[in-house]
């Protein structure tokens, strides 16, 4: 069985988003990353397809974003604001470029996806994306990268049914928002809790007709073998029962083990299999298609470890 390709989105500009001193959602984070991918040989590794991100239009952010929310960022970055008045998001003049640019990287990923030139994919970005609302930018995110790649894989390459699997210590409370009537959009989250955003109780399971394609695992901190748990008892067969079309990963690794702003002990190896799992499911139930969006991780060389662990992974999977 032949290896798979990967696509791979890692962009030094990313790196133009400048949040401020000792700000935890810092550029060195892509620093890292991209270091250490091309340390350890993944980042020109032969089945390895480098995406050269572009920036996405204002249309694109409107996929899962108001008229009014995208135009309110637009104007207050170009205005030299330094903080989002829709939240606890810093932005710099070079914000809105580098967040239409994350978007588009994460989209060119889907269409290259669906295009048949990739069979999976990782797009180191920031700002991150999975706090942002429809009608706010919080938590550091601009705009939900994660469900515009839901909406446009729907759109224009006729996905009827996306899976989107958050592992970041946060709630993805924005993922959650965009689609939480929406019964073709299947969320699952572990996460912290109590922690920040203070959302993702279990008894959140979707409204009116998304109800029951919530399902969220919320764990204290110190929590790991739980969290591998519910991903192999709760989310595949709830996965096996939606059966969607494509995969999506909200990868965040803030809940990897020293981080500073979580307290799960997720390891690298943890990561790996969690990998290993969503590949498999993917495999069984759609393709092979899955492609994961980096969110958070904090903590700078376990950000990097854990990304190296999760690539090597994606890197190792045959075709379906």
């Known amino acids: 069985m032949a290896a798979a390709r990967t696509g791979l989105v ?36 032969p089945t390895m397809v480098r995406i ?29 604001a330094r903080t989002l008045s829709t939240g606890d998001t810093s932005v710099c003049p070079a914000t809105l470029a580098t967040a239409y640019l994350a ?23 920031r700002p991150p994306g999975h706090h942002a609302t429809e009608t706010r930018g919080m938590g550091f995110c601009v705009f939900n990268n994660i469900a515009a790649a839901a909406r446009h894989a729907q759109k224009r390459h006729g ?34 809790w109590p922690l920040y955003p203070g959302t993702g109780r279990a008894t959140e399971r979707g409204k009116g007709a ?20 519910a ?12 059966k969607p079309d494509l995969i999506l990963i909200s990868a965040g690794f803030d809940s990897r083990e020293g981080d500073p702003l979580g307290g799960f002990k997720l390891t690298d190896d943890d990561f790996a299999e969690l990998t290993r799992l969503m590949l498999d499911l993917a495999r069984e139930l759609c393709k092979g298609r899955l ?3 980096l969110e958070g991780g904090y903590n700078v060389d376990g950000l990097a470890s854990a990304v190296v662990a999760h690539v090597k992974e994606l890197q190792a999977a045959k075709k379906a």
Do not use: M
Request: one cysteine or more.
């Open 10 to 45: 890692l962009d030094r500009r990313y790196e133009l988003h400048e949040t401020g001193a000792h700000h935890p959602e810092k550029p060195a984070r892509i620093t890292a990353v991209f270091s250490a991918l091309t340390k350890a040989g993944l980042a020109e590794a």
């Open 52 to 80: 050269t991100a572009r920036p996405a239009a204002h249309d694109d952010a409107e996929l899962v974003h108001s008229a009014d929310y995208v135009k309110l960022a637009e104007r207050e970055i170009a205005a030299g």
């Open 103 to 125: 978007l588009g990287g994460v989209l060119q990923t889907v269409d290259a996806l669906f295009r048949g030139e990739i069979d999976n994919g990782f797009c180191a970005i």
């Open 159 to 192: 996905a009827k049914r996306v899976l989107i699997v958050d592992w970041d210590v946060h709630h993805g409370n924005g993922t959650q928002d965009i689609f939480y009537d929406d019964p073709s959009v299947y969320f699952f989250s572990t996460h912290q």
């Open 210 to 229: 998304g109800i029951g394609t919530t399902l969220n695992c919320p764990f204290p901190a110190g929590a790991r073998g739980e969290i591998l748990d």
């Open 231 to 242: 991903f192999k008892t709760k989310l595949a067969p709830a996965a096996r029962e939606f």
């Open 291 to 293: 492609i994961s969006v």
